[in-house]
């Protein structure tokens, strides 16, 4: 079949597993564009889009609707206290509301991001101590903006037929504000010590994810990516807490998006072996990033014949060990395998366990798109 689709019919096709006339190809490249363009906006993804002619999933982040997740309500006063160290700062606030006190602290490489590529902080000391502190914590969530939310529609306009808009409103249960707030040893702990204050926490935060991913439905999202790696077996959690825990608020997610006739994106990295099928069998139109070993556990062939008939699967390719520190013959080898494994009968979508690295050798980045324009076309 000769190449006459749009981006987006090809994304759609291949989610809907409908017949391509080429494997679509959408790495995830965001910390690579942060490092060459200096950002990963949608506007640059667009970029990305048109230097290497691959077909963009458009991530909308939570910080294009709002300004500053750290505006609180009048009622609610911070107190603030900075130590500098030989080679971190420590920071403690206490945050006063209606409902009682929130201590945290917590500390950040000085100078630069010692502690992650975020930078992430190190917490010593998390806000959500008891179940009482739910109530305080409410006073410090931010609404999700309907006017700046107004904004989708323009980009979704922009962008066209040359990719498909996907909106990452918030991660919620399963991302930064639940492992922040709560911290994820402390979650896995109160699976067996305190597992009702464990319920009430996630589904706090669930909520917060779905009173955004609702505006942004509102107001006409194709696309709603939902992040879980901070509550997954990657992450050190049983498959059985998992499932006990986790599932049933993504199935909750998945209806949500779906009473709405838009598209659910599921992430995960790391291990997914023990919980793709479940999360499959749950409804996820598209699953990503089934990171192979080392940096995962999944067989791509194996899933593709378990579940590729009930979803769509993207990712596979490893960022680290072929792309950044491999050769350009490893990395095309790679690529021909997750198609010759993954696209037969549609259903895939061509991408990586996760975002490419800025240090990664521009040969072995182009012959990451050389070796999908060999292997992909149908």
Same mark, same amino acid.
């Given at each position: 079949?000769?190449?006459?689709?749009?981006?987006?019919?090809?994304? %759609?096709?291949?989610?809907?597993?409908?017949?391509? *006339?080429?494997?679509?190809?959408?790495?995830?490249?965001?910390?690579?564009?942060?490092?060459? /363009? +200096?950002?990963?906006?949608?506007?640059?993804?667009?970029?990305?889009?048109?230097?290497?002619?691959?077909?963009? %999933?458009?991530?909308?982040?939570?910080?294009?609707?709002?300004?500053?997740?750290?505006? #609180?309500?009048? !009622?609610?006063?911070?107190?603030?206290?900075?130590?500098?160290?030989?080679?971190?700062?420590?920071?403690?606030?206490?945050?006063?509301?209606?409902?009682?006190?929130?201590?945290?602290?917590?500390?950040?490489?000085? =100078? +630069?991001?010692?502690?992650?590529?975020?930078?992430?902080?190190?917490?010593?000391?998390?806000l959500l101590?008891?179940?009482?502190?739910?109530?305080?914590?409410?006073?410090?969530?931010?609404?999700?903006?309907?006017?700046?939310?107004a904004i989708?529609?323009?980009?979704?306009?922009?962008?066209?037929?040359?990719?498909?808009?996907?909106?990452?409103?918030?991660?919620?249960?399963?991302?930064?504000?639940?492992?922040? /707030?709560?911290?994820?040893?402390?979650?896995?702990?109160?699976?067996?010590?305190?597992?009702?204050?464990?319920?009430?926490?996630?589904? %706090?935060?669930?909520?917060?994810? !779905?009173?955004?991913?609702?505006?942004?439905?509102?107001?006409?999202?194709?696309?709603?990516?939902?992040?879980?790696?901070? &509550?997954?077996?990657?992450?050190?959690?049983?498959?059985?807490?998992?499932?006990?825990?986790?599932?049933?608020?993504?199935?909750?997610?998945?209806?949500?998006?779906?009473? #709405?006739?838009?598209? /659910?994106?599921?992430?995960?990295?790391?291990?997914?072996?023990?919980?793709?099928?479940?999360?499959?069998?749950?409804?996820?139109?598209?699953?990503?990033?089934?990171?192979?070993?080392? %940096? +995962?556990?999944?067989?791509?062939?194996?899933?593709?014949?378990?579940? +590729?008939?009930?979803?769509?699967?993207?990712?596979?390719?490893?960022?680290?060990?072929?792309?950044?520190?491999?050769? =350009?013959?490893?990395?095309?080898?790679? &690529?021909?395998?997750?198609?010759?494994?993954?696209?037969?009968?549609?259903?895939?979508?061509?991408?990586?366990?996760?975002?490419?690295?800025?240090?990664?050798?521009?040969?072995?980045? *182009?012959? /990451?798109?050389e070796a999908?324009?060999?292997?992909?076309?149908?």
């Amino acid at each position: 079949m000769s190449e006459s689709m749009t981006s987006q019919q090809r994304l %759609l096709r291949a989610i809907q597993h409908q017949e391509v *006339d080429r494997v679509p190809c959408c790495p995830r490249m965001f910390n690579w564009m942060s490092g060459n /363009y +200096g950002m990963d906006y949608w506007v640059s993804q667009m970029r990305l889009a048109n230097e290497f002619g691959l077909d963009p %999933l458009v991530h909308v982040y939570g910080h294009a609707f709002e300004t500053d997740q750290e505006q #609180y309500p009048p !009622q609610v006063s911070m107190e603030v206290s900075t130590t500098r160290n030989a080679d971190h700062t420590e920071v403690r606030r206490i945050f006063h509301t209606p409902a009682g006190d929130l201590r945290e602290v917590k500390i950040a490489g000085d =100078p +630069g991001p010692v502690y992650g590529d975020c930078p992430d902080p190190l917490y010593r000391e998390h806000l959500l101590k008891e179940p009482e502190d739910l109530e305080r914590l409410k006073f410090l969530l931010p609404e999700f903006s309907q006017l700046r939310a107004a904004i989708l529609p323009t980009i979704i306009d922009l962008v066209g037929d040359r990719g498909l808009v996907v909106a990452q409103p918030r991660q919620g249960a399963g991302g930064y504000a639940f492992l922040d /707030y709560l911290g994820s040893e402390r979650a896995m702990l109160l699976a067996y010590d305190n597992p009702d204050f464990l319920r009430q926490a996630l589904r %706090l935060f669930n909520d917060f994810f !779905q009173e955004a991913a609702r505006v942004c439905l509102e107001q006409g999202a194709p696309v709603v990516m939902d992040c879980w790696w901070a &509550v997954s077996v990657g992450s050190g959690w049983s498959p059985a807490h998992f499932r006990e825990f986790a599932l049933p608020l993504i199935e909750e997610n998945i209806q949500l998006v779906h009473s #709405y006739d838009a598209l /659910y994106h599921y992430y995960d990295d790391g291990a997914m072996d023990t919980t793709v099928d479940w999360i499959a069998e749950a409804g996820a139109d598209l699953i990503e990033t089934l990171a192979p070993p080392p %940096l +995962g556990d999944v067989d791509l062939a194996e899933v593709k014949q378990r579940i +590729g008939h009930l979803t769509c699967l993207k990712g596979n390719v490893d960022q680290v060990n072929l792309i950044w520190r491999g050769t =350009p013959e490893q990395v095309r080898e790679a &690529v021909r395998a997750a198609i010759e494994a993954a696209a037969p009968g549609s259903g895939f979508i061509l991408s990586t366990a996760d975002s490419i690295r800025p240090e990664s050798p521009r040969e072995n980045v *182009d012959a /990451y798109f050389e070796a999908w324009r060999e292997f992909g076309r149908c």
